[in-house]
């Protein structure tokens, strides 16, 4: 009975996890069938459509597609909802059964222990009494808690019905779209089948038509092979005909080919003598060089060494008399680079000088032997060209600084002037010819001077004892004579005035205003003034404008219109226009002339500045009690036109305006100084100063600008930044500890413009009784103004009372906790004192002071007790006074004194803050653990106290562990600590927990856990591997098993495989998959696998590391930047060389920092979108690269392996296993790889060896180098390459000791064209080093321009020659070597004893060499002999036919050979020469093709007219009348007759033909036409020839019939034509 109570009892919470369990799917039926709802209207709508459109087949759209796969989607999605819910509604029913049955058991159990109840009541028993009611009131507790549970369940019930209920009319309502879907289905299916089938039949046809074609091409095949075997049979024949006959010729060739070879190779000799003599010289002269150059450069050592020397002596000596020798020094290469500028100027002028006389004396020479013509008629006034020429060498000499006054007096004396023009010009400088300095009035179409023109013409040169040298400017004579002609021009001007007997002395005009002032002027405006000239002289004179000084003619501008005569104290005015350029003070004359005498009005412009001043420098505040304010008023002042910036400070304060304006002084110096003196010098910074004034021009725009820039930033009200210099606005100055009783208002920064003022507060806070003074000064950005002082004074009187300590700071405070402290209180007065302590109003329910009121003796202390609790109320309670960011607490106490007016006060510091933790997250949910395995979950631990705490988590169960430290430790202020929650299960069932944190005040901190136990039905043998280091692309292999020990499913025995407290696990075979990261090193095989019931299955697990992909690419990217900037740098430093002129340092800076722009702009789009191969040369180097330089690498990998019911042979199709995630194992894989032990070294470490192209029957070699880059020596072995392969290993080595590097020989022979691939393993103990192996055997293939292999040279005339060309085609991919054979010269060894080939048939003549030439050369020869053809090129062949006697049996064969043992082609030359230029072809042969050796002498003249007539031509026709009753076509037959073009003269260049007896050969049937006619030269004309039987024609017995054909050409030839017909019945 009590184990039966104790069974339910253990029951009750498990049913209640799993009703609350089982409420989680309701949450899903809410929600996925109003979305299926929503798809399957969409999805029964379109079928809809598409049936009311069209019946027949069509095609969806891709959105149709889509819309029918997401109906399918949710039509499934809830037929397995409906699956789910009525599981679950089973199961719920099955537990209220079961509930029904428990409270059944009570019931009856009430009853049991009432009856006993009852009989123990009867028999006053009172301790039984007492058991059963305890028992009694258990059972009816557990009785109300199944009716409970009942009515929960009959909740659940009715709730999982209603939604059973919904989901069963969502499902009628998807039943159309459901039809319309299987419709759908089904109709795709049959499509499928019928293009299945459509495709059948297609294929069928065309594999039929394949077999057919296959066929056709065999027979076709076979009768070529059959042709090409006759054909090669005839021509062996014939070669071996014509071999004997060329092989005496041949012995002849060879000699004299010896003969030829021995003169050439004593040539060769004598030319390599030549050489080796020229060669000898060549370096005696080198080795002379050598020597003298040695010498120059001993000599310039030896040099350098004395100006050093030398140097340091000066420098010596200079310090000795106490002077600065880098000083010295430096004036020292000034003046050096100084006279060299000098020297250089010197003689560009003296050039310059020679050329120009030269020129000058050349063209008066040809002027001169020039014959004198009348000079054209010239207008009046006009110069001539040569007198323009000299005004203008003049000007150009005279730099054109001299302004010719308006009137000149000088033209009596242009003679004289033209000659020191002259000489100024030839001593400044040459004429440059520049037509636009001449009028443009006179033409240059004919010179006057045409000597200087010319193209042929060559300056004269003038030695340098003619010429004196003379100074730039002209000489002392030219400028005495320019004085006193200016003199005596003034003289003839100026006049002396004289009135009454009174000389006027003074200045002739009185200017109104007397001075010009254009005072704060701006750069770019206009400005414009009047001014008055009065006449101040006794009579009438007259006033002119002679103009303003030099340095103000670009600024000022002077409107003057002169008046005329002025009688005394008339005026006249002047308008005067500045238009500034610079901002830049400027001082003149603006200069006249009148008659007495010249005048000047003085003119001044000024620039904007400041000018400031205070309204005083002394403030007395007198006396103030110690804790009141004063505030007095100072004024500064700006009359000046320029706005600057200030700033008030103290007088001790330093400046940092100053500071910057220093700064930026000293980098303008640094910027702007020369740069060789730059480059060479490092000074200090008074050397910098003093060196300042030097500065290059460029100073001064720079300057300029940099005053444009900062008044233009002043005027639009932007703060000022510069380089060093950061200025802020600051509201107060803050009181150095010292002197903090005076302060400055808010104004003390900021900008004062022109002609304004502003006031500044002066703030007096007496703190410290006693006199007080304080200093204070104004500074300004511009350096021009000064600072400006002033003096504070002010005396402070003290209170009676005082605190010591004024701040009671009680460190960090928590809430809810008393902090007390006590307040010390003095007084210095004589007599008693009423105290008044008091609270703030915000503080007062957080803190006390106690008591409240007291009295205070005289000249005595009083002590105040404080209390402080804080509640969490305190940052709304105490408003302003905390802080609630920093948690700060300032809480200002007051204590009233009686009689004072000023209260007493102290303030109250504390840091409030919390003792809370906070974990994170508030719950934890374990998920699905298997009993395998172990689940780690970080939680944090937040402290929010600014003080550390203690904590620990007390109460653990066993199957949970925290880490670090148990879950013990300290956390400091603020901290979050990161722990490790680790949970292991070790049963299948649900866990809910919770983990208590204490502190060390005892609070508790709890967080709430829950899980599920998981027993997966396999489990592995092994759930952590540890591979050993494995180097880089070598592989570790390790193995693990897979088993499944589920045999019964009886849950006494042992624990079955379950999820939970769910249903147990089927017995039965299972399968798994494990499922790979991406991109990880791993292999693992099977990935798939099933396991039997008490089965295993061994699983392989390979490592093989590898360096990723981008890292290789980032290494090749930056090797490719790298070159780009090499390349770069390369590139400006050739440019650099080239420059001639050399640039200032401003400007080498501004070009330097363009050129590092250029190149930064330019390299990225160029590197970064770059796509490399895998297979290209950057790729693979910076991979050998990376893998030399690898480091060393840990990776961990967790392999999740999920577990199926089932065996995967079972499944229909494509369909997947039905698993379960939470069944999912995990295996642990470490990883360690390691730099390998073995590096390839050679071809940028490339470990793909690639031997290219070889051609079939040739053998390439690659050398490959390794190198032992581990500490320890190396046993190598090799993996076996195929033996039949085309890939060798040469030379293997067998130990390869530590840092030494060998030479592995790999061989590549292929034996046809094959693409070859095979890896090639070196295998050492630390790891194997793979090298692929790849070539590609090509076979070497040409193709030839000749149809049929067959060259006919033609007709030739014997003893000249004709060529022809062809060409072969290199199809393959690899140069081809060639050599051209002929037959003719070839030695072969045949068989002497055999039949002649005259007497041979023609069926068994093979021979290809024919008839030869009598001299012993060959008759045919080809060029070029031998070569190499490109791949995909082409090579053009000449072959030549040379006869030297008549004979029409000329023939030979050209074999074309590779490589010097493949016969590609065979090449039939053929032709025929005659020693007249007619020949008659056609008819049937009457001779054999051979000749005799012997060599037939000509006929006499006697007797040529009969050899003439003996040259007989057969001619047969056969008439074919295949039916007696049908006209056949008559037979037909041609004969050529031909002109052979020749270069031999002639007197006919025709051949003209003619054949008799045409009249009786019509008669007995033929018919010939032509029967006569001329061929012109290289052409053939061709003689029909038919016949037809005649009426008496007798067919048992032939037609003879003849007739004489005639040629007429530079001779006569005469041929007897046999004509012979015979009719043919048959085939």
């Known amino acids: 009975m009590e184990e039966d109570d104790k069974k339910l009892l253990d029951d009750k919470p498990l049913m209640e996890d799993d009703t609350e369990e089982l409420e989680d799917p309701e949450v899903v039926l809410d929600c996925v069938p109003r979305e299926a709802e929503q798809k399957a209207g969409l999805g029964s709508s379109c079928p809809g459509i598409e049936q009311s459109k069209d019946k027949q087949k069509q095609r969806l759209t891709a959105q149709e597609k889509m819309q029918a796969s997401l109906l399918r989607r949710d039509l499934s999605q809830v037929d397995q909802l409906h699956e789910e819910k009525d599981l679950f509604i089973q199961k719920t029913r099955g537990e209220l059964r079961a509930c029904r049955r428990r409270m059944e058991l009570l019931v009856k159990q009430q009853e049991s222990v009432a009856a006993e109840m009852a009989a123990e009541r009867a028999a006053n028993n009172m301790a039984a009494m007492g058991r059963l009611e305890a028992a009694s009131q258990r059972l009816c507790s557990e009785l109300k808690n199944e009716w409970d549970l009942q009515a929960r369940m009959m909740a659940v019930l009715q709730q999982s019905e209603s939604a059973l209920w919904q989901i069963e009319v969502q499902e009628g309502q998807l039943e159309d779209a459901r039809k319309s879907a299987q419709e759908?289905?089904?109709?795709?299916?049959?499509?499928?089948?019928?293009?299945?089938?459509?495709?059948?039949?297609?294929?069928?046809?065309?594999?039929?038509?394949a077999e057919q074609n296959r066929l056709l091409r065999a027979r076709r095949c076979v009768h070529l092979q059959k042709e090409l075997g006759l054909r090669q049979q005839k021509l062996v024949e014939e070669a071996q005909k014509n071999h004997r006959k060329a092989l005496k010729f041949l012995k002849a060739s060879l000699g004299r080919i010896r003969e030829q070879e021995q003169k050439e190779e004593l040539e060769t000799r004598e030319h390599m003598r030549r050489r080796m003599d020229a060669v000898l010289a060549l370096k005696n002269s080198i080795s002379a060089n050598r020597e003298t150059l040695r010498k120059f450069q001993a000599w310039g050592q030896t040099k350098r060494e004395l100006a050093e020397q030398q140097a340091q002596a000066e420098k010596k000596a200079i310090l000795a008399q106490g002077g600065d020798a880098f000083k010295h020094l430096c004036h020292q290469r000034r003046r050096q680079e100084l006279e060299a500028q000098n020297r250089a100027f010197e003689e560009e002028q003296k050039r310059r000088k020679q050329e120009i006389v030269s020129r000058l004396l050349k063209e008066e020479a040809v002027e001169d032997r020039r014959r004198p013509r009348p000079e054209p008629p010239r207008p009046?006034?006009?110069?001539?060209?040569?007198?323009?020429?000299?005004?203008?060498?003049?000007?150009?000499?005279?730099?054109?600084?001299?302004?010719?006054?308006?009137?000149?007096?000088?033209?009596?004396?242009?003679?004289?002037?033209?000659?020191?023009?002259?000489?100024?010009?030839?001593?400044?400088?040459?004429?440059?010819?520049?037509?636009?300095?001449?009028?443009?009035?006179?033409?240059?179409?004919?010179?006057?001077?045409?000597?200087?023109?010319?193209?042929?013409?060559?300056?004269?040169?003038?030695?340098?004892?003619?010429?004196?040298?003379?100074?730039?400017?002209?000489?002392?004579?030219?400028?005495?004579?320019?004085?006193?002609?200016?003199?005596?021009?003034?003289?003839?001007?100026?006049?002396?005035?004289?009135?009454?007997?009174?000389?006027?002395?003074?200045?002739?005009?009185?200017?109104?205003?007397?001075?010009?002032?254009?005072?704060d002027f701006d750069v770019g405006k206009v400005y414009k003034k009047k001014i008055t000239l009065i006449n101040a002289t006794y009579t009438i004179n007259y006033c002119k404008l002679v103009g303003v000084d030099e340095g103000l003619q670009d600024f000022i501008h002077v409107d003057f219109d002169p008046p005329g005569p002025l009688s005394a104290g008339m005026s006249c005015e002047v308008l005067v226009t500045f238009k500034p350029m610079i901002n830049k003070d400027l001082e003149g004359n603006v200069s006249f002339l009148a008659q007495t005498g010249g005048f000047s009005v003085p003119l001044k412009c000024s620039t904007k500045k400041c000018s400031l001043s205070l309204d005083k420098e002394l403030i007395d505040f007198g006396s103030y009690t110690v804790g009141e304010t004063a505030i007095r008023t100072i004024t500064l002042t700006n009359t000046g036109g320029l706005g600057t910036r200030f700033r008030f400070l103290l007088a001790s304060e330093t400046c940092e305006m100053d500071t910057s304006q220093s700064a930026l002084k000293l980098s303008s110096i640094f910027t702007y100084e020369d740069k060789s003196f730059y480059d060479k010098f490092t000074t200090s910074f008074s050397e910098h100063q003093m060196e300042g004034n030097e500065s290059s021009p460029t100073d001064v725009p720079s300057q300029k600008e940099s005053g444009k820039l900062d008044v233009k930033e002043q005027e639009e009200g932007h703060p000022i930044e510069s380089e060093g210099v950061t200025l802020t606005t600051i509201m107060t100055i803050p009181p150095n500890e010292e002197q903090m009783?005076?302060?400055?208002?808010?104004?003390?920064?900021?900008?004062?413009?022109?002609?304004?003022?502003?006031?500044?507060?002066?703030?007096?806070t007496p703190i410290v009784p006693g006199t007080v003074q304080n200093s204070f000064k104004v500074v300004f950005k511009n350096q021009q103004c000064p600072t400006l002082y002033f003096k504070v004074v002010g005396v402070a009187i003290d209170v009676p009372v005082w605190v010591l300590k004024p701040n009671v700071d009680l460190k960090i405070c928590m809430y809810d906790r008393l902090y007390q402290d006590s307040i010390l209180v003095h007084t210095r007065s004589k007599a008693a004192l009423r105290l008044k302590f008091e609270v703030c109003k915000e503080l007062r329910g957080h803190m006390e002071l106690l008591p409240e009121t007291g009295y205070i003796q005289a000249l005595s202390s009083y002590s105040v007790q404080l209390k402080f609790l804080p509640r969490h109320s305190l940052p709304e309670d105490a408003g302003k006074y905390f802080d609630k960011e920093t948690r700060v607490l300032e809480a200002p106490m007051t204590i009233w004194v009686a009689d004072q007016i000023k209260p007493l006060g102290f303030t109250v510091h504390a840091v409030v803050t919390t003792s809370d933790l906070e974990l994170s997250p508030a719950g934890l949910d374990f998920g699905y653990c298997t009993i395998y395995e172990a689940i780690r979950t970080q939680i944090s631990l937040c402290n929010h106290s600014l003080l550390p705490q203690e904590f620990g988590f007390v109460g653990l169960p066993k199957f949970v562990d925290i880490q670090p430290n148990d879950g013990f430790g300290t956390i400091l202020p603020l901290e979050t600590l990161q722990l490790d929650v680790i949970f292991q299960p070790t049963k299948a069932k649900e866990y809910n927990f919770e983990l208590i944190c204490k502190s060390e005040i005892n609070r508790c901190f709890k967080l709430a856990c829950r899980a599920v136990g998981v027993h997966p039905p396999l489990e592995l043998s092994h759930y952590q591997i540890k591979f050993a280091a494995t180097s880089l692309y070598d592989t570790s292999v390790a193995t693990l098993y897979v088993i499944n020990s589920h045999l019964s499913m009886n849950s006494l025995t042992h624990s079955v495989p379950r999820i939970g407290s769910e249903d147990a696990f089927p017995v039965g075979p299972t399968s798994f998959e494990f499922l790979l990261p991406p991109d990880s090193p791993i292999t693992i095989s099977p990935l798939v696998g099933t396991v039997w019931p008490g089965k295993r299955c061994l699983v392989r697990v390979a490592f093989r590391p590898v360096l990723p992909s981008e890292l290789i690419h980032q290494e090749a990217f930056q090797a490719l930047s790298r070159k780009a900037e090499i390349k770069l740098s390369q590139k400006e430093t050739v440019t650099q060389r080239k420059d001639q002129r050399r640039p200032s340092f401003s400007m080498l800076r501004l070009?330097?920092?363009?050129?590092?722009?250029?190149?930064?702009?330019?390299?990225?789009?160029?590197?970064?979108?770059?796509?490399?191969?895998?297979?290209?040369?950057?790729?693979?180097?910076?991979?050998?690269?990376?893998?030399?330089?690898?480091?060393?690498?840990?990776?961990?990998?967790?392999?999740?392996?999920?577990?199926?019911?089932?065996?995967?042979?079972?499944?229909?199709?494509?369909?997947?296993?039905?698993?379960?995630?939470?069944?999912?194992?995990?295996?642990?894989?470490?990883?360690?790889?390691?730099?390998?032990?073995?590096?390839?070294?050679?071809?940028?470490?490339?470990?793909?060896?690639?031997?290219?192209?070889?051609?079939?029957?040739?053998?390439?070699?690659?050398?490959?180098?390794?190198?032992?880059?581990?500490?320890e020596d190396l046993d190598l072995e090799y993996s076996v390459l195929n033996p039949d392969g085309p890939f060798v290993l040469l030379n293997p080595t067998i130990r390869l000791p530590s840092g030494e590097t060998q030479v592995l020989d790999l061989s590549f022979s292929p034996r046809e064209s094959v693409l070859a691939q095979e890896t090639l393993d070196i295998i050492t103990k630390k790891g194997t080093l793979s090298l692929a192996l790849m070539g590609t055997g090509v076979a070497s293939t040409i193709t030839c321009s000749i149809e049929g292999d067959v060259l006919n040279m033609g007709y030739v005339i014997a003893r000249e020659s004709v060529s022809l060309g062809f060409k072969l085609q290199n199809n393959s991919l690899l140069p081809i070597k060639f050599s051209m054979q002929l037959d003719s010269l070839s030695s072969r060894s045949r068989d002497q004893h055999r039949l002649p080939q005259f007497l041979a048939s023609p069926d068994q003549r093979t021979e290809v060499v024919g008839t030869q030439n009598y001299s012993g050369q060959s008759v045919f020869s080809v060029v070029p002999v031998e070569g190499i053809m490109e791949p995909g090129k082409a090579q053009d062949f000449t072959v030549t036919f040379s006869p030297d006697h008549e004979s029409l049996y000329f023939s030979d064969r050209l074999q074309v050979v590779l490589f010097e043992k493949k016969v590609s082609h065979h090449i039939l030359l053929k032709g025929a020469a005659r020693e007249h230029m007619m020949f008659v072809e056609g008819g049937d042969p009457l001779d054999v093709p051979v000749e005799s050796l012997t060599v037939i002498p000509p006929f006499d003249l006697e007797h040529r007219e009969e050899a003439e007539e003996l040259k007989p031509i057969l001619v047969t026709l056969d008439y074919v009348q295949l039916d007696p009753d049908t006209q056949a076509p008559p037979a037909t037959r041609e004969l050529q007759v031909g002109c052979i073009r020749t270069t031999q003269l002639s007197a006919k260049k025709t051949v003209e033909f003619s054949m008799d007896n045409i009249a009786a050969l019509q008669h007995k049937g033929f018919t010939i036409e032509p029967s006569k006619g001329s061929v012109e030269r290289g052409q053939t004309k061709a003689i029909s020839i038919s016949w037809t039987p005649p009426i008496d024609f007798d067919p048992d017995h032939p037609l003879m019939a003849s007739a004489l054909l005639q040629l007429r050409g530079d001779v006569k030839e005469t041929y007897k034509v046999l004509f012979v017909a015979q009719v043919v019945t048959g085939p």
């Open 741 to 764: 009783e005076f302060s400055l208002g808010e104004t003390t920064e900021g900008d004062i413009g022109p002609f304004s003022s502003i006031k500044v507060p002066v703030i007096f």
């Open 1151 to 1271: 070009q330097n920092q363009d050129r590092l722009l250029q190149a930064s702009a330019s390299q990225p789009p160029e590197v970064q979108k770059e796509d490399l191969a895998s297979s290209s040369q950057e790729y693979q180097s910076a991979q050998a690269s990376l893998t030399r330089s690898f480091q060393g690498k840990f990776d961990k990998f967790v392999v999740p392996c999920v577990v199926a019911s089932g065996d995967t042979k079972d499944r229909k199709g494509t369909e997947p296993l039905s698993f379960s995630p939470h069944n999912t194992l995990y295996l642990e894989l470490w990883c360690p790889a390691v730099a390998p032990s073995i590096v390839v070294t050679s071809d940028k470490g490339k470990t793909i060896i690639n031997f290219g192209d070889i051609a079939a029957g040739h053998r390439g070699i690659k050398k490959v180098s390794i190198q032992n880059i581990s500490p």
């Open 184 to 209: 759908e289905a089904a109709a795709a299916r049959r499509g499928l089948q019928e293009r299945a089938a459509k495709q059948l039949d297609r294929e069928m046809g065309a594999s039929e038509k």
């Open 380 to 519: 009046a006034g006009q110069r001539s060209l040569r007198d323009q020429t000299w005004s203008y060498v003049a000007t150009v000499c005279d730099g054109q600084n001299a302004e010719a006054p308006p009137c000149c007096p000088l033209e009596n004396k242009s003679r004289f002037y033209q000659s020191s023009l002259l000489l100024t010009a030839i001593s400044s400088e040459s004429v440059q010819g520049d037509g636009s300095s001449l009028s443009g009035e006179d033409t240059l179409a004919w010179p006057e001077i045409p000597g200087l023109w010319k193209e042929d013409y060559k300056p004269f040169q003038v030695s340098k004892e003619d010429v004196d040298r003379k100074p730039v400017g002209g000489t002392k004579m030219d400028k005495d004579i320019l004085a006193r002609t200016m003199q005596r021009l003034r003289s003839g001007v100026i006049h002396k005035q004289v009135a009454s007997g009174r000389e006027f002395r003074g200045c002739p005009f009185n200017s109104k205003p007397k001075f010009i002032h254009f005072k």
